[in-house]
């Protein structure tokens, strides 16, 4: 197989090597010349305010190459967020400075002391253009005050596409030559077929109408029709360089993906390109660092609204994870929207950070929490639901696939139901966004949360999704900056959403991090993930479930890739400590989702949860493992 690299970056304007600048080192290929940029800045500083540094003639230049092995050299060439990308869809330079809201526009008088102008800014501007216009619409770094956007390199039409997960692929971590192995030659009716280290490639079936290479392997449509490969799980391991990590002298093996996701390293080089070329604090500035950050900032809410399906950006708010996400939405909408004899339903099947919250707000409230119960197979009984359904009903909360268990839980439905019943309903999408495509306007929940680091991204990053027109009728949670328009000391305008909700400096690295991490599963393909994570996760429950002594918890016909368990004759956190001897990591405790165990009779289980960079081997390794516990009691 041809190992693809990203692209380099398009000629520069001085010779390869040479530099325009006495004395100055040579330049690398592909970089631009230095005395272009200076000639470039410099007219763009000294042109006067109404003058247009355009009309200076110098070809576009990137003002901030992707270095080779870029998280940003990537198919598109030089990615969102970084200069030269376009701004948020649906916006035009210049076009947006008038307030997002009516009530910015009463709060304009109160500016009118301080609208002499004292200085003048770097690029000719006063100063009280430079702190009031992004007061009015903060979402565009610099482009409303007028720094530079360099025009991204034009893709080569003769490069190949660049994938970081297909580098060097066809070869599998030991040097051999990647491959599928049959997982019916243990026995099993079906034909699936997985990827597996080093042994010889088999003829794969079409699975959902994709085509087959001249080898026999499985090909899927990447980002065009020219760029057809196969899902190669060697390939993509390599792109996790954690996954090389050694443990009691064995290597890595991630089953506690549940808990955390690895991250790529696209992900790692783009949180080192934001810190080493565009760190800033974002917003109200003219600074051309802060234009990149906050241009990066905004890229990765974009990024986000089209992975969820979400209808724009501003429905997008940044906070640090799921828990905060839910406690957002419950200190907000729900102190103004739930009072006394109201009720609030969750699932048996909840993480304590869709319960607490709400057991908090139905105590200050006066509210009654009411619980759906769930099958002896763990998934919610929607009939039962149906009969808790009445006209004090103020919110439906419930996760779309358990941590505990894996169950996928029927959430369209169970969003249908609550809004018959006139209430609204929120989805915790934590465990389900690294696993299935998700569409918040097909599902029609009216808010939706999760973490970045649940789908390859960083910690300390998470998403609110919210209609519109919920999120407007929200008061704010937290006060401070980046989250008003105007402020006296008699009272204080408010941002509209999302800006009403991220007081405060964000965790901007960590959403421009997101962003990566998005684009990285958006290349493989979340259909392909979860085709391959489904297969795996049924050949280790076909291996497991027939061992003496384990009892699996959590079996539903519709689960992710989470097994439960427990071996009779040993606590949950031996098992545990026997897997880790072997280099093989999975949680063993409550997982945070109390309730739901011991509806089963249990305080704790072990729990192996796969992604799509595990493999067959892997598995065989844990199974080797509880086999061998079990033989011994």
């Not at 598109?76 to 649906?90: D, L």
């Not at 491959?179 to 009716?189: A, N, T």
């Not at 759906?372 to 197979?377: G, N, R």
């Not at 509880?626 to 009691?633: D, F, I, M, T």
Request: aromatic residues 6%; neutral net charge.
């Amino acid at each position: 197989m041809t190992t693809l690299t990203p692209t380099s970056n398009p000629p520069a304007a001085a010779p390869a090597g040479q530099s325009a600048l006495p004395g100055a080192p040579a330049v690398p290929p592909g970089l631009p010349d230095p005395a272009a940029l200076a000639r470039l800045a410099g007219a763009f500083f000294s042109a006067l305010p109404g003058t247009s540094p355009a009309a200076v003639q110098s070809p576009p230049l990137v003002n901030n190459p992707a270095p080779p092995g870029s998280p940003v050299a990537g198919p598109g060439g030089t990615g969102t967020g970084v200069p030269g990308a376009a701004i948020p869809q649906g916006r035009v330079p210049g076009a947006n400075l008038l307030p997002a809201a009516p009530t910015h526009v009463l709060s304009l008088p109160n500016r009118a002391p301080s609208l002499a102008p004292s200085a003048v800014a770097q690029n000719g501007l006063p100063d009280t253009v430079v702190t009031v216009v992004p007061a009015l619409e903060s979402r565009f770094g610099g482009q409303a005050l007028g720094v530079p956007q360099a025009a991204a390199p034009a893709p080569q039409a003769s490069a190949a596409p660049a994938y970081y997960f297909l580098e060097g692929a066809g070869r599998d971590l030991h040097g051999g030559s990647a491959g599928l192995r049959e997982i019916g030659s243990f026995g099993d009716p079906l034909s699936l077929h997985l990827p597996r280290q080093g042994q010889a490639a088999r003829q794969a079936p079409a699975v959902h109408g994709y085509g087959h290479d001249r080898a026999g392997q499985q090909t899927l449509p990447w980002a065009s029709s020219q760029a057809r490969v196969p899902f190669d799980v060697n390939a993509i391991r390599r792109d996790f360089p954690i996954l090389q990590e050694r443990v009691n002298g064995r290597q890595l093996v991630w089953f506690d993906n549940a808990a955390t996701t690895h991250k790529p390293q696209s992900v790692i080089d783009r949180l080192a390109y934001f810190y080493a070329h565009e760190n800033s604090n974002i917003h109200r500035a003219a600074h051309a660092l802060a234009g990149r950050a906050t241009d990066a900032y905004e890229a990765a809410r974009s990024k986000v609204q089209r992975f969820i399906g979400a209808a724009s950006p501003e429905e997008i708010v940044f906070v640090r994870g799921t828990t905060e996400a839910i406690n957002l939405i419950a200190k907000t909408w729900g102190a103004k929207h739930v009072g006394e004899g109201d009720e609030i339903i969750v699932s048996h099947l909840e993480h304590h950070a869709n319960i607490v919250p709400w057991q908090q707000l139905a105590a200050q409230t006066g509210a009654r929490l009411r619980v759906i119960p769930v099958d002896d197979s763990g998934q919610v009984l929607l009939d039962e639901y149906r009969k808790l359904l009445n006209d004090r009903t103020r919110i439906v909360s419930v996760t779309q696939v358990s941590n505990a268990l894996g169950t996928v839980v029927p959430v369209r439905e169970i969003v249908e139901m609550a809004h018959r019943a006139g209430a609204c309903a929120l989805v915790d999408g934590a465990q389900s966004v690294s696993h299935m495509r998700v569409d918040v306007q097909a599902i029609d929940a009216d808010f939706f949360v999760f973490s970045g680091h649940k789908v390859f991204g960083p910690t300390g990053i998470g998403v609110v999704y919210g209609k519109r027109a919920l999120l407007e009728d929200m008061p704010p949670w937290q006060g401070g900056g980046n989250m008003i328009a105007d402020v006296t000391f008699e009272r204080t305008v408010f941002q509209p959403p999302p800006n009403r909700f991220e007081a405060g400096t964000g965790n901007i690295a960590d959403a421009v991090g997101l962003g990566a991490a998005l684009d990285y599963v958006e290349r493989v393909g979340i259909e392909n993930i979860a085709r391959y994570e489904h297969d795996l996760l049924e050949y280790a429950t076909r291996l497991l479930q027939p061992i003496p002594g384990v009892r699996l918890v959590g079996t539903a016909r519709d689960k992710a890739s989470v097994l439960s368990f427990v071996l009779k004759g040993y606590e949950t956190e031996e098992v545990g400590k026997a897997l880790n001897e072997e280099g093989i990591a999975v949680r063993s405790g409550h997982h945070c989702a109390q309730p739901i165990l011991r509806r089963f009779g249990l305080e704790a289980t072990v729990r192996p949860s796969l992604a799509f960079y595990n493999t067959t081997d892997e598995v065989d390794q844990l199974i080797s493992v509880v086999r061998r516990l079990s033989g011994r009691r």
